[in-house]
């Protein structure tokens, strides 16, 4: 029982390039959620899925778009990096209005 | 819009000391309410949550007030040890607040 994994751990971009953050969760949640935190911001919800095949957005979802792939998995892309997205990203699983369980996090550096 | 916010960003407490880590909610609706710890490097991790027909929760060395009337929660951790450094957000749902950072002092 892994819980929530995400992968890259870390990630150098230049500008204009784009990637995928892959998360995966096996506790059968049906809730996914995408973060970014930056210091001193705290956590801020970019997308999150509520379940299977559907998505909305949070906070701040410009530049960056979402695929709910299956009940598991929840991937976040970035088209176009930019210096401003330079940030650890968290993903997190939950049942409906229940605790979020978080992965450990994607450092993504954009130069 | 919605908000949750903690009062003070760093805390420094002596090992052994009672902690106690304030927090306000904008939204009078809000009926769930959570605290997790984060330590440096890692995601943030569930300690204790209460739902708003309760007033007190308790846990192992923590427990969580919620006050209603002026939309105020608090974390205090018993007997504060060095492990607990870490930084602590209050949060509904999924609006977190900024977090406190928590120093333990020998």
């Known amino acids: 029982n892994a819980g929530v994994t995400q992968t890259p751990k870390f990630q150098v971009l230049k500008t204009g390039q784009s990637m995928t953050l892959q998360c995966a969760q096996d506790m059968n949640h049906n809730s996914m959620y995408w973060y970014r935190q930056d210091p001193g911001m705290g956590l801020r919800l970019i997308y999150y899925s509520a379940s299977e095949g559907t998505t909305d957005k949070g906070e701040v979802p410009n530049g960056y778009n979402v695929s709910r792939l299956n009940k598991r998995e929840f991937s976040l892309r970035l088209e176009s990096a930019a210096p401003s997205q330079t940030s650890v990203y968290f993903c997190?699983?939950?049942?409906?209005?229940?605790?979020?369980?978080f992965g450990p996090g994607t450092r993504l550096l954009v130069l | 819009g919605e908000s949750v916010g903690l009062h003070l960003p760093t805390l420094s407490v002596q090992e052994g000391d009672n902690s106690i880590i304030n927090c306000a909610y904008s939204?009078?609706?809000?009926?769930?309410f959570i605290w997790y710890k984060q330590e440096s490097g890692k995601g943030p991790q569930f300690i204790i949550d209460i739902r708003s027909n309760m007033d007190k929760r308790q846990g192992q060395r923590v427990t969580v007030l919620l006050n209603k009337t002026v939309k105020h929660l608090s974390l205090q951790i018993a007997a504060t040890q060095p492990g607990d450094s870490a930084v602590y957000f209050c949060?509904?749902?999924?609006?977190f607040g900024k977090g406190t950072r928590l120093h333990i002092l020998p």
């Open positions: 997190a699983s939950s049942e409906v209005k229940e605790t979020q369980y």
């Open positions: 939204n009078s609706a809000s009926d769930y």
């Open positions: 949060a509904e749902s999924f609006i």
